[in-house]
Structures are given as structure tokens and as C-alpha cells.
């Protein structure tokens, strides 16, 4: 395997998806070449960075319009 | 499997019942992560945060005739996908959402073709023109720590949006392939091609960080 064809394919290899065959390319490559190893652990950084990235919840105004809206739907519920 | 679907079972028929505490335990659990989704579709705060409230009062009503066929998250999000799409289409966002359905765009390699030696060469055709800086093992050292996250944030919010709501699916959220595929109607090997895209530009914008900042 050469390295050009290795970044192709690391994401299936990341996934588990890769065919067994091209696994062994894979990681017999990997053996041999310093780059593509630095290659498999940058993308491994990437992966734990994003995973640290913060979502931003909702703004405490919308969570309360959020439950008056719940309290009418639940009254007219009552109703019916 | 009866025992695995309880909890969630439990929840679904108390909310039905009116039970605020689980309308809010719900809103808890799920509205950060609908929110990043709602912003992948459509980058604006204010109309995300709309888009993720309107959602919630579709739960409201539809809940009576949900019928368990999927998970409530799954339901849920593919309410507030549904909803964020139509919304990107009228707020003109130029979004190419048919992207989702055919990622396939000829020539995006993951890595710039030039960093490679030419097919041509005698010795080692396809492989690094030069070694790869190593940058892998400090990336995440609290010192760089907050301006990288910054860095990453940013180039994640300029991927073209069906990469952007992949990747901020499986790696933001954490979701399993199968559940993304789900949601957004992707099939796998679409999904895995968008993620693939969407690291690999990542993971070249984060080189040219560390080159510059070395």
C-alpha cells in the first residue's frame, strides 16, 4: 500500500469496515512507515479534540417559553 | 429487549400523561445535541435555537401517535432535521442538501496530491514526498489547548454542511454510524464518505496550525 492510497482508506480502517485483506496492506504499511503512523495518530488527535468541543444548550428564556408552552399543551389536553 | 425499552417506555407514557418532569428531563437530555445539529443545518444561533423550540412543541403534539417504532431520540431528531432543512430553505441559506444524497464529488483527496511522489517514481510511486511534521502527540496539551479548540470550532463550522452535520454527529455527539445513517437518511457507505471528507479537512487544517504556530 502506498501512502496516498492510505489516508484514503483510514477512515474505514478507523470504522472497522475495512475488508480483511486491505487491513493487512493497512497495518503492514503502517509497520514500515513513520509518517503514516504519525498520520493515523493525528487523525486519533483530531477525533479526541472534537469530541471536547462544547455544545451550547439552549438559552434560559427559551427553555421557560418552553415550559409554559408544555403547561397549555398539557391543560388542553385535560380538557379534551 | 422488554427490559432494555422500559425506562424509555416509562417516559414516553408520562410525558403522554403530562408529567413536566419528564418534559423537562427530555428538554435536558436532548436539546444541546439538537441544537448542534439544528447549527450544522442552518449556522445561526438565533434561528437554531428557534428551530430546536419548534421541535419540541411538534413532540408535544405528535407524542399521543408516536408508536415506539424507533427510539424516541431517533424520532425526535429526525423531527428537528426535517424541520432545520425546511428552515435553511427559507432562510435562502445557500445549502447544497443534495450533498447528503450523493457525496461522491469527483477529486477531493484527503491530502493534497503534491505532498506525494508522482506515480512515476522509479523507487516509492505514492508515497510522502517528505516526512510528516509531528505534531500528533502535543495537539492536545492544555497550554495550546484553548486557542486549537477555537481553530477546530471554526473550520468545523465552514465544512460544507453535509460534512459538517456528519462530523458533528459522530465526533461532537458521539453518535454510532448506524444511528446517523438513520437519522439523516444516509446510507453507510455515504456516511462513512462525508465523515472521511470532513476529518481529512480537519485534520489538513490543524497541520497548518501547528506548521505556523511550531
Known amino acids: 500500500m502506498a501512502c496516498q492510497e492510505l489516508v484514503e482508506v483510514i477512515t474505514g480502517y478507523l470504522e472497522g469496515t475495512l475488508p480483511e485483506f486491505d487491513r493487512g496492506r493497512f497495518e503492514t504499511h503502517l509497520a514500515s512507515c513513520a509518517s503514516c503512523r504519525e498520520y493515523l495518530e493525528q487523525m486519533r488527535a483530531l477525533i479526541r479534540l472534537t469530541g471536547k468541543l462544547t455544545t451550547r444548550s439552549l438559552e434560559p428564556e427559551t427553555v421557560d417559553s418552553l415550559l409554559s408552552a408544555f403547561r397549555r399543551w398539557r391543560d388542553s389536553q385535560t380538557v379534551l | ?214
Open chain 2, 1 to 214: 429487549m422488554v427490559e432494555m425499552r422500559s425506562a424509555e417506555a416509562d417516559l414516553v407514557d408520562r410525558l403522554r400523561g403530562g408529567d413536566e418532569a419528564a418534559f423537562v428531563c427530555l428538554v435536558n437530555a436532548y436539546s444541546a445535541s439538537l441544537k448542534r445539529l439544528a447549527l450544522a443545518f442552518v449556522p445561526i444561533e438565533a434561528v437554531a435555537e428557534d428551530v430546536v423550540q419548534d421541535t419540541w412543541l411538534a413532540v408535544l403534539t405528535g407524542i399521543a401517535r408516536f408508536e415506539g417504532r424507533s427510539s424516541v431520540k431517533t424520532w425526535i431528531f429526525k423531527i428537528l432535521a426535517n424541520r432545520a432543512k425546511t428552515r435553511a430553505i427559507r432562510e435562502r441559506r445557500t445549502i447544497n442538501f443534495s450533498e447528503l444524497d450523493d457525496p461522491f464529488e469527483p477529486d477531493q483527496p484527503a491530502v493534497d496530491p503534491a505532498r506525494f511522489l508522482p506515480a512515476s517514481h522509479p523507487m516509492w510511486p505514492g508515497h510522502w514526498a517528505s516526512p510528516l511534521d509531528t505534531w500528533s502527540a502535543s495537539a492536545e496539551d492544555a497550554v495550546v489547548g484553548r486557542e486549537t479548540m477555537g481553530v477546530l470550532q471554526r473550520e468545523l463550522d465552514r465544512l460544507p454542511a453535509s460534512q459538517r452535520v456528519v462530523v458533528a454527529l459522530r465526533d461532537v455527539q458521539g453518535w454510532p454510524a448506524a444511528e446517523v445513517c438513520d437519522v439523516l437518511g444516509l446510507s453507510e457507505a455515504n456516511q462513512r464518505v462525508l465523515l472521511h471528507r470532513g476529518r481529512s479537512r480537519l485534520r489538513a487544517v490543524l497541520e497548518n496550525y501547528f506548521k505556523d504556530n511550531a
